[in-house]
């Protein structure tokens, strides 16, 4: 499954790019930053061609981890190729780990090892949305591609693809993660029903994730 999904977005890379030249920088950068410590040893998980290293700027600059090496090709800062599930980090050594539309598309076996990284207490900080039951994409070259490679087999391995903000809570709890905050990303909707949203989709619904990591994983 995990060659399926890459393949996806290592072709998916250079469309997908393109498709945030009119992104509200700042709209994003207000939903993060007030989280984030600059000192803090941050990790972008999946952080694809460098959404949040953009949004948020020079001031707080995590460090990208990506599972495909053509979603890297653009991104604009320090970054490396790693699978979620085998992330090449030291124990209790990440002070946060932020993530934006990643969370639906991990596998149970990448959780334990999110865990693993963070320090006791450290930050998990996630935007997500159930993007596994959102409308296929239309109007697109990638449509095809993207229904090959999440059909329902994948969708059905994939323990968030299609969460509710309480099915989060619960499967973070699983893990250990404690202080777990889900709210809806309400001003995402709003603009994106305003100004439109990236091609191939409709406005959808997102969630911001807060949770502490556990002290004992
Ligand atoms: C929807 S994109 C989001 C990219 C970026 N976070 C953003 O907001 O623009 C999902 C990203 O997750 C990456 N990804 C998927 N599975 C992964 C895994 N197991 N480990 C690391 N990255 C993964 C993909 O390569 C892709 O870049």
């Known amino acids: ?7 996806y977005w290592q072709e998916r890379a250079s469309s997908f790019h393109h498709a945030q030249a009119h992104t509200n920088w700042t709209l994003w950068h207000d939903i993060f930053a007030p989280y984030l410590n600059p000192n ?8 694809g061609t460098g959404f949040l290293s953009r949004a948020l700027g020079q001031k707080h600059s995590p460090i ?21 599930c085998a992330l090449p980090l030291l124990s209790d050594s990440i002070d946060a780990i932020i993530g934006r539309n990643i969370a639906w598309t991990l596998p149970a076996a990448a959780w ?3 865990a693993r990284v963070l320090r006791p207490g450290a930050q998990l900080l996630l ?6 039951c959102a ?3 239309a109007g697109v070259a990638w449509r095809e591609h993207y229904l090959s490679a999440y059909n329902e087999d994948t969708l059905n391995a994939l323990p968030l693809a299609r969460a509710t903000s309480d099915t989060y809570a619960e499967f973070l709890c699983t893990f250990g993660f ?3 905050a889900v709210r809806e990303l309400t001003e995402v909707y709003d603009h994106e029903l305003v100004h439109g949203t990236m091609p191939g989709h409709e406005p959808w619904r997102q969630f911001l994730i807060t949770a502490v990591a556990p002290s004992n994983a």
Do not use: K, N, Y
Not at 40 to 47: A, I
């Open 1 to 7: 499954m995990t060659d399926v999904i890459a393949g």
């Open 64 to 84: 990208g981890v990506d599972l495909t090496a053509g979603m890297l090709s653009f991104h604009p800062g320090p970054c490396l190729q790693a699978d979620a």
């Open 178 to 180: 404690t202080d777990i």
């Open 40 to 47: 803090d040893r941050t990790v972008d998980l999946g952080c």
């Open 112 to 114: 334990p090892e999110i």
């Open 135 to 137: 409308p296929a994409p």
């Open 127 to 132: 935007a997500d949305g159930p993007w596994g």
